[in-house]
């Protein structure tokens, strides 16, 4: 039942945010001896029931989804505005569409598909639309993109552009919402996202020694950081984009990972400090008690909670070591 | 040694030469034959361990990389990120031959297309530590393909000189010596029925000789 106001909804998630993992559960579980172990101090927390529901660690993707599930499900019931909220699920609908798209491209009858279940549009709907002549079953934003996608696959079939293509219409969409609503830490948070998936993907392409020609497909406008600037700072070597960014608001981010993937030559502490990046923004502008902002604060520490678990579970199912699994843990939420 | 149970006669020897002949001419074939194998089969092992090792060290940090992946990224988007490959790639199987053993020969090709992306996944909602462990993968598979060639023919030629080795043994602890007993047998047979005969020869003649004296002083 959706709520007339903000207030009620940030009151019921400022209680639910105390049940959300401290460092210190963390900490306990990254330093569990095994997965077993893992999910003994998972069964102290709000997590129980659903880990005395499963018979083996391996299971513990049941626990995951069924909390995100929950989640949806809460969050839907206490969100005033659904436009803005359902911005946040749209990546798992675009998921499921790039699936059933590659699917149908590969043609193959394959029903074990890895469908999410966490998306606001029904899989029937997304089946019926990309069956139907218009794709008028689909919503609009969706349809444009299939079409698009349809057009080039005429001349070639080349799997990236299922993704990027619609990666920049999930992105046309959140950003024409943003505009439309005027939400002002909507608009700044998927900036910052956008800014930070480009600077990533700058990183990877810089890496894999490939041109911007290469890149350009894979950049989302929208950010604060210009396409201009990828095209430039692709040909530049490391220390110059550092420097380059050293005013910006990720100054501080760009210099720490990029010097780690210098050493290192890998991006996981990049990757985790964007995560963490997203986190502090979202954690800086929680205390509004009449906007989103909290409720999206608790989804998203929710999203980061899944996937610390999911870490720490990997790592332990398969016996990595426990700085291996340390390096990828991002901040928590509270 | 077992003799042959054959007719102790003069054709039967020719015969059984002949076939001794026969035998030790192949045993040497068969022999020079085993020996080469084996050199080329050594040869073979070494280069197969060699490749054998490098795989299994490339194999173990791939799938490490994926594991690094899986950990960071849910099942369902990495799974969508692969589930469509944007290279192909064709294996034509053939055969060759190594000292008469028909071993296969496989074919390795890549089709590259210049304007498909390598990567079909974007980069926006994959982790980087993806880009790793593709990479990685797809510099194993030549070297894969590879390696099962060299194990397959490695176990054939094994086999190959495994019947190769029971032939020669056979050749030359049981048919060569039984032929050469036989023949022995045989020879040492007409001998003593050629003795036999010339000692009844003789003593026909000496009771001949007897009879003639006998009648002489009658």
């Given amino acids: 039942m959706p709520q007339p106001s903000y207030t009620y909804g940030v009151a019921r998630v400022r209680v639910l945010e105390t049940k959300l993992l401290g460092r210190d559960r963390i900490e306990r579980m990254a330093d569990a ?32 989804i069924r909390e995100m599930k929950r989640v949806r499900d809460f969050i839907g019931e206490i969100s005033p505005d659904s436009d803005i909220m359902s911005l946040f699920f749209l990546k798992y609908d675009f998921h499921n569409l790039k699936v059933l798209l590659k699917n149908m491209y590969l043609s193959n009858e394959n029903d074990d598909l890895a469908l999410s ?21 689909m919503p609009w934003f969706m349809a444009d993109a299939v079409r698009q ?22 992105y046309d969409y959140i950003f024409s919402v943003c505009r439309k609503t005027r939400n002002p830490f909507a608009t700044q948070y998927f900036r910052k996202q956008v800014d930070l998936i480009n600077l990533r993907s700058l990183l990877r392409a810089k890496r894999l020694g490939e041109n911007f020609d290469f890149l350009k497909d894979l950049l989302i406008p929208y950010g604060d950081l210009d396409i201009s600037y990828f095209a430039d700072a692709i040909e530049q070597a490391y220390e110059n984009i550092i420097s380059t960014l050293e005013y910006t608001p990720y100054g501080k981010l760009a210099a720490e990972g990029i010097q780690d993937f210098l050493r290192n030559g890998n991006l996981t502490a990049f990757e985790k400090m964007m995560d963490d990046y997203l986190m502090e923004y979202v ?10 902002e909290a409720i999206v604060g608790y989804l998203l520490g929710k999203e980061n909670e899944i996937k610390l678990i999911r870490i720490i579970m990997v790592g332990k199912l398969n016996n ?7 390096e990828r843990l991002r901040d928590v939420y509270v | 040694m077992a003799v042959m149970r054959v007719n102790p ?22 022999k020079d034959k085993r ?22 060290e490339k194999l173990t940090q791939a799938l490490k990389d994926f594991l690094m992946t899986r950990a960071v990224m849910s099942s369902e988007v990495l799974e969508e990120a692969i589930m469509f490959p944007s290279r192909r790639v064709e294996i034509t199987p053939s055969t060759g031959n190594i000292m008469g053993v028909v071993v296969p020969v496989i074919e390795y090709r890549e089709e590259t297309d210049e304007d498909v992306s390598p990567y079909p996944y974007s980069f926006s909602t994959t982790s980087a530590e993806l880009d790793g462990a593709i990479l990685t993968l797809s510099g194993i598979l030549p070297l894969m393909i590879e390696l099962a060639g060299m194990e397959k023919t490695c176990q054939m ?62």
């Fill in chain 1, 33 to 64: 001896p095994s997965a077993e172990d893992v999910l003994k101090i998972l069964a102290e927390t709000s997590y129980a029931p659903l880990v005395a529901e499963i018979g083996s660690p391996h299971d513990y993707e049941e626990i995951l």
């Fill in chain 1, 117 to 137: 279940e966490m998306g606001a549009i029904p899989i029937e709907v997304l089946k019926a639309g990309l069956e139907d002549e218009g794709h008028k079953a």
């Fill in chain 1, 149 to 170: 996608i349809e057009d080039m696959f005429v001349i070639k079939i080349d799997p990236q552009k299922i993704d990027t293509v619609l990666d920049r219409a999930m």
């Fill in chain 1, 283 to 292: 954690r800086s502008v929680k205390h509004n008690p009449f906007g989103i």
């Fill in chain 1, 320 to 326: 990595m070591p426990a700085e291996k699994i340390r």
């Fill in chain 2, 9 to 30: 006669t003069r054709m039967e020897l020719t015969r059984l030469k002949k076939r001794l002949q026969v035998a030790v001419r192949g045993h040497k074939l068969l």
């Fill in chain 2, 35 to 56: 020996d080469e194998m084996v050199r080329r089969f050594v040869e073979l092992v070494r280069q197969n361990k060699r490749l054998r090792e490098q795989v299994e």
């Fill in chain 2, 157 to 218: 030629l094994a086999d190959e000189i495994e019947k190769t080795r029971r032939r020669v043994n056979a050749l030359e602890y049981i048919v060569i010596p039984q032929l050469e007993e036989t023949i022995r047998y045989i020879t040492m047979k007409l001998d003593e029925d050629e003795r036999g005969n010339r000692t009844r020869l003789m003593k026909v003649k000496d009771m001949l000789e007897e009879k003639d004296a006998a009648l002489k002083q009658a």
